[in-house]
């Protein structure tokens, strides 16, 4: 028997066991209602509204406090002697590994084609929002962080939620949030392990093996499966050991060259088609308010750019805590600010760069795509680059290939931080953990298991549910973080000695 037949059968009885409970678990979670012509998941209503009440609860701070976000980056805001293992740039760069990924290229690619240029627009507006609801879940993230003996830092909703609601409503809530915090550590584990490692290996190969060789190379076969799959292992495996300042190390220079290369790349095509940029312009704007051709109309173009926006960036699903908690700062504040960023370069920059380019580019396949044709999301991206660059396709595939590294490193480190709130900080723990994660990327180039990858983002989309709940509930603590933050920005620009200014416990928040 092939090794082929022999993964095929293992995808077979893994998808046959585990489709009802998938299927069952996703129609809850992504339920959708009737809208008009078109239906909306309440999962995509929770998020945007979440970020909708966070943008008005702290007065447009996406807006207001960008500049001041760029200067903590920058390091202008730094204090020596500060708790953390990475500064803010770094902090930032693990962050958005984790959320920049294939999403951005073939994800906009299918939003598009479904909901017509004007979901850019919507897409958007959608990563405007969803900047307040980051900079609310990190500050909150790195308030209630856990600071071990040997330096290293853990945080995330597993250590926010108890520690959070132990503050604000007692023991009864400081047992609630320990059964939350261990439902979070679940599913970001469950979701790390499929989502954030084996598909996004099984993806990159399949880019690699469609791009050198084809169906016939050396590539395509099991042998060339399980040495792309040993190599990616191996180099994910030499990059966890050294932990988050490792991962921090490599991202720090990895994410602003791959996202650098795909903008210019995006730039380039969109100059080499610069008589077509005003009417593309025109049909975003026009789309965004007529959307003709476009199932459920403005509507339907509304929610489907909610939603690529939504589950691009991850604001409000509690991941990005996790990295983010690891920061050099004695002000939580800060480090949300920096968080805010996020969804800015994810969505706003890199999701809308591709939906531009593709809208400008207008290859033949988007428009088949958009009449109905089963074109993958990658197709239409490549082709649109190659309208100007026929080599692209080449440095796509090296693209998704620096995504998809830097997207498994980041959810490597998510799920160390979920296993190790489980199972313990020990580093028998540790080691089982980060052997288990490079045997998940081997297997990612064997094995497809799409039943499991879906039950992964239902888990993880669960998740947000809970998360914002405790963002609503403890939010009142952010809005102090944040006031003693700008306080200490003032007295540094006033040239005042500094201030320690430890956040004190509420007697009444009411």
């Known amino acids: 028997m092939s090794l082929e037949s022999v993964t095929n059968s293992i995808d077979d009885a893994v998808s046959d066991f585990f489709e009802p409970v998938a299927e069952h678990v996703g129609d809850f979670v992504f339920y959708a209602v009737p809208v008009g012509d078109t239906e909306l998941p309440l999962i995509v209503a929770w998020l945007v509204i979440a970020g909708l009440v966070f943008t008005t609860w702290f007065g447009l701070i996406q807006v207001r406090r960008f500049k001041l976000a760029f200067d903590v980056v920058r390091g202008k805001y730094d204090e020596d002697g500060s708790p953390g293992e990475v500064n803010h740039f770094q902090a930032l760069t693990a962050a958005v590994s984790g959320t920049v990924g294939l999403g951005n290229i073939a994800g906009v690619a299918v939003a598009v084609s479904i909901g017509g240029p004007g979901a850019t627009f919507w897409m958007i507006l959608c990563g405007l929002l969803g900047m307040a609801t980051k900079f609310v879940e990190v500050t909150l993230g790195v308030r209630y962080r856990e600071e071990h003996e040997d330096g290293t830092v853990s945080g995330g909703p597993m250590h926010y939620l108890p520690k959070g609601f ?53 590539m395509a076969s099991s042998a060339g499966a399980i040495l792309f799959g040993l190599v990616v292992a191996a180099l994910v495996g030499l990059v966890l050991l050294g ?45 965004a308010f007529q959307a003709d051709g476009v199932a459920g109309g403005v509507l339907g173009a509304l929610i489907v750019g909610f939603q690529r926006a939504a589950f691009s960036n991850e604001a409000g699903l509690g991941s990005a805590p996790i990295a983010h908690a690891a920061v050099k700062t004695k002000h939580p504040a800060s480090e949300g600010l920096v968080a805010l960023l996020e969804p800015f370069i994810d969505t706003v920059i890199i999701c809308t760069m591709t939906a531009l380019t593709i809208a400008i580019a207008n290859p033949p396949s988007y428009a088949e795509a958009r009449a109905g044709e089963d074109i993958g999301g990658v197709t239409i991206t490549s082709d649109s680059f190659e309208t100007v660059l026929p080599w692209f396709p080449d440095v796509l595939t090296v693209a998704v290939l620096l995504f998809a590294f830097s997207t498994i490193l980041t959810w490597g480190y998510y799920g160390l931080k979920a296993w190790s709130y489980l199972f313990g900080k020990s580093k028998t723990s540790e080691t089982v953990f980060k052997a288990l994660w490079s045997l998940f990327v081997v297997a990612g180039s064997l094995l497809s298991l ?61």
């Open 166 to 218: 132990a503050e604000r409503f007692g023991k009864g809530g400081a047992k609630f949030g320990k059964v939350l915090a261990v439902l979070a550590s679940i599913m970001i584990l469950f979701f790390g392990l499929f989502g954030g490692n084996l598909f996004q290996t099984n993806q990159s190969y399949a880019q690699v093996a469609s791009t050198f060789g084809g169906e016939d190379g050396f």
């Open 243 to 287: 932990g988050i300042r490792s991962i921090a190390s490599v991202t720090s220079r990895l994410v602003p060259a791959m996202a650098g290369l795909y903008i210019v790349a995006c730039i380039v095509v969109i100059v080499g088609n610069i008589s077509a940029v005003p009417d593309a312009i025109q049909k975003i704007i026009d789309g």
């Open 450 to 510: 799409d039943t499991l990858i879906s039950l992964a983002d239902s888990a993880l989309f669960l998740l947000s549910v809970f998360n914002i709940i405790g963002l609503y509930l403890l939010t009142p603590f952010v809005k102090r973080e944040l006031n003693s933050f700008l306080e200490f920005v003032k007295r540094r620009k006033a040239g005042l000695p500094d201030v320690a200014e430890e956040a004190q416990p509420a007697k009444s928040l009411d």
